[in-house]
């Protein structure tokens, strides 16, 4: 389970999980973006990531609240992620 922080509050997700396993940061926030990018949702193509030790932060903007709810619970589906860093603006 990850634990998702941002700006409107904590929530846990236990969504399914991705069987991918990687020690590199770079490539690890690659491939967050790469399932952002191809989930069928293309606002998700403006999210942005990074990750360290763990936290898997996401940068950008959308157009919705619930786009946002997407990509946070989207991004915790990599087993290297205990925790979001959900730093998705709504405008």
Known sequence: MSTIISNSG?????NFR?????GDEAEIA????????GSGYTDLRRVRCTYAAGVLSLHGTLPSFYLRQVAESLATNLPEVDQIDSQLLVA
């Open 10 to 14: 904590i929530s846990n997700s236990s």
């Open 18 to 22: 991705f069987d991918y396993r990687s």
């Open 30 to 37: 690659r491939r967050a973006e790469s399932h952002l990018h």
